[in-house]
């Protein structure tokens, strides 16, 4: 079964910094085109950032200026570095794994909070 173990999520001011982590095989981190997708309550989840199958990154609007997607190909591991969080940021944040469109992973998702 195919594992997406996400960490890095908690509770932040608005301002501050988290990075989330998204941990997986060597197997499906090399062949799948990987990204970050968030739900808040009451709304659909939405793309935040992902790499393209050309190598480069897509960002949402929202996110643009404020959040980086990189990886590390040595440890087969995924971040999304996100500073000047805003209230609006709070969600359950997934990693995301697509081999194609037929065959598709998602993490168990982890709780961003950004309140004073």
């Known amino acids: 079964q195919v594992q997406l173990v996400e960490s890095g999520g908690g509770l932040v001011q608005p301002g501050g910094s988290l990075r989330l982590s998204c941990a997986t095989a060597r197997s499906i981190f090399s062949a799948a085109t990987m990204g970050w997708y968030r739900q808040a309550p009451g709304k659909q989840r939405e793309l935040v950032a992902r790499?393209?199958?050309?190598?480069?990154?897509d960002y949402a609007d929202s996110v643009k200026g404020r959040f980086t997607i990189s990886r590390d190909d040595a440890k087969n591991t995924m971040y999304l570095q996100m500073n000047s969080l805003k209230p609006e940021d709070t969600a359950v944040y997934y990693c995301?794994?697509?081999?194609?469109?037929?065959?598709?992973?998602w993490g168990q998702g982890t709780q961003v909070t950004v309140s004073s």
């Open positions: 790499f393209t199958s050309s190598g480069g990154t």
């Open positions: 995301h794994a697509a081999l194609s469109l037929f065959t598709q992973f």
